[in-house]
């Protein structure tokens, strides 16, 4: 089946801004919108705070310090957010095209994947995909293995997502190790200024947000199964 192509999202820039509002403004306007409403990607950039996904276990916080741990609705285990990291949201309806349709989760997340790999490249990293472990790792050399970008998601049962992907540029990266991230002991994490790149952050939210807006503009859709 061809993909349905997606009108394009309204990219905001809500600049540094502390976490638990966010969420609550992601909800709401989850809540209100209709199919009607256009696609929104929310740009922001979070004071320290960790936070956890529906299921996290959270033995996985080994040492919050100071830093505020929230628990949230998405997928995933525990992360962190600091400044120096681009934050995502990605607050979609996936059948607005293709009422009654079923949406390809995992080609939703290979886009997101992609993106970041994409705005990697474009600085001369190159990044990966490890089956099981959602997210994108550095792919060879010193630091393979290590992360350098999470993904977390909401998808309600209509189809409409929020919550969304970080991308670690230069940061105080010691909070990572309070935390097993993730949910896994020991996992290495990086920023694009431990490997060598030197960029503004500014620079990386916009890069990534169109990339993403890019790859997300055609979504494949399967046909629900008839009922008889």
């Known amino acids: 089946m061809s993909p349905t192509r997606l009108e394009a999202a309204i990219i905001r820039d809500l600049g540094r801004a502390e976490y ?19 696609d929104e990607l929310w740009i922001v950039e979070h004071p320290p705070v960790f936070t956890l996904g529906l299921g996290a276990d959270r033995a ?10 929230v628990q949230t609705d998405r997928g995933g285990e525990v992360t962190f957010h600091g400044p120096g990291q681009v934050v995502i949201y990605l607050l979609m309806d996936l059948r607005r095209n293709k009422p009654g349709g079923k949406l390809y989760a995992r080609q939703f997340v290979n886009k997101i994947e992609q993106a970041i790999i994409e705005v990697l490249a ?14 994108i790792y550095i792919a060879a050399g010193e630091r393979k293995g290590a992360k350098i970008a999470a993904l977390g998601l909401k998808v309600r049962g209509n189809g409409c997502t929020y919550h969304g992907v970080s991308l670690n540029v230069a940061m105080d990266l010691a909070p990572f190790s309070w935390i097993n991230p993730c949910g896994y002991s020991g996992l290495a994490t990086v920023d694009m200024r431990s490997m060598g790149v030197d960029v503004a952050l500014a620079e990386v939210q916009q890069a990534l947000a169109r990339e ?9 859709l399967e046909p629900t199964e008839q009922q008889p």
């Not at 993403?212 to 494949?220: D, H, K, P, V």
């Open 60 to 69: 996985h916080v080994l040492a919050a310090h100071d830093v505020p741990v």
């Open 20 to 38: 638990e509002p966010v969420f609550a403004a992601m909800r709401a306007f989850t809540d209100a919108r209709d199919t009607a409403t256009p």
């Open 122 to 135: 474009a600085y001369n990293l190159n990044g990966e995909r490890i089956a099981g472990a959602p997210g």
């Open 212 to 220: 993403l807006a890019s790859q997300l503009a055609t979504i494949a």
